[in-house]
């Protein structure tokens, strides 16, 4: 059974505005178990956070969890969460506009560079995460 693979977008806080949406990428292993996968914090001080066993369908504030692709068998979950924790969290002063909905596409990139999904796959699930940004009620 492969492994499921999702963007989770939250509706932003204290304001609904598409900048203050937060996305984090969601897997579903073969095993029953999850992880998400994000980054946390502000501009200049975002570090990488794994959150195990997340029920997305019980979260009050998402606002959509978006399919992306079924990842073979052949990657285990183990190589997975390698490689989406090696993307680069960019922190330099020259990347304030840089942000969580960045750092879902550069994974989503290295997914693609690993074999994990199609480039295709990446280019649809990124439409949809845009449009689902921009759907944010307070803009």
Request: proline share 6%; glycine share 6%; net charge negative.
């Amino acid at each position: 059974m492969p492994t499921q693979t999702s963007i989770l977008i939250w509706r932003g806080e204290p304001l609904d505005f598409s900048e203050y949406r937060h996305t984090a990428l969601f897997f579903k292993f073969p095993d029953g178990s999850n992880t998400v996968l994000q980054i946390e914090g502000t501009p200049g001080i975002f570090e990488l956070v794994k959150v195990d066993g997340y029920q997305p369908d019980y979260s009050q504030n998402l606002e959509r969890n978006i399919p992306v692709a079924q990842i073979p068998d052949s990657f285990g979950a183990a190589m997975i969460r390698t490689v989406i924790a090696n993307t680069a969290i960019k922190n330099g002063p020259e990347y304030r506009d840089w942000n969580c909905q960045s750092w879902v596409s550069d994974a989503l990139v290295r997914m693609v560079a690993s074999g994990f999904l199609s480039d295709s796959a990446r280019k649809n699930a990124l439409d949809q995460m845009t449009d689902v940004l921009l759907e944010a009620t307070d803009e």
